[in-house]
């Protein structure tokens, strides 16, 4: 399992990220390093690194807030659901034991966990599963995306959409048994049933 410790960078990435997703820095504002820097008490170092990241998965553009429109959030979905297919086909096919415990575990953590668990945990799983790839452009790419699949990881939790660690269980079944077309089947519906969920709380 990995650490739940974060770096500064990290810390300050998440802040950043949150202030865009509550509104507290709105479309299109311009960004001032000194100011922002200052209000998260950091350094600007670890804040141009935060900066750059949010640029990477399109939250900042030519140093302005940028916030995505229900087409970008179809577009990552879209392409999250083609890594994922494929992610859960290999994960399938190549899945030692000793992985599939720790995906078991994950999905026990779901159903067991306090929120900021299940937060984790699904996080994880997820990443699991991509990084069965072994595909560095892809989990790269997945990688580019965490800002808005967090969005909708934190959106699907705290307004509890029915089914979701049910789904994940299923999944493992999938996987366990070698079944990757049921396990690529599972994944796409789950994302899918993310995103309907996702949008209908961020819209209102």
Not at 18 to 24: K, P, R
Not at 32 to 38: G, R, S
Not at 97 to 115: P, R, S, T
Not at 124 to 144: C, P, R, Y
């Given at each position: ?170 999944i493992v079944t999938a996987i366990k ?12 519906e789950h994302l899918q049933a993310d ?10």
């Amino acid at each position: 399992m990995k650490s739940n410790k974060l770096t500064l960078y990290d810390q300050t990435y998440e802040k950043l990220r949150d202030m865009i997703f509550s509104g507290e820095l709105s479309n299109g504002e311009k960004l001032i390093e000194t100011k922002l820097a200052q209000q998260l008490g950091v350094s600007r170092t670890p804040l141009r690194e935060s900066i750059k990241r949010l640029e990477q998965e399109k939250l900042i553009q030519n140093n302005r807030i940028s916030n995505p429109t229900d087409k970008d959030y179809q577009d990552i979905f879209e392409l999250r659901i083609l890594i994922e297919k494929y992610a859960v086909t290999k994960a399938a096919h190549f899945f030692t034991e000793e992985d599939i415990k720790e995906i078991e575990e994950l999905v026990k953590i779901g159903y067991e966990g306090n929120n900021d668990d299940i937060m984790n945990a699904n996080k994880q799983f997820h990443e699991k599963i991509v990084h069965a790839t072994k595909n560095n452009l892809m989990i790269d790419t997945f990688s580019q995306m965490q800002s808005i699949v967090y969005l909708f990881r934190k959106t699907v939790l705290n307004h509890k959409r029915p089914g979701l660690i049910d789904e994940h269980s299923k999944i493992v079944t999938a996987i366990k048994e070698k079944d990757a077309e049921k396990a690529k089947q599972l994944i796409e519906e789950h994302l899918q049933a993310d995103l309907e969920f996702g949008l209908y709380y961020l819209r209102t």
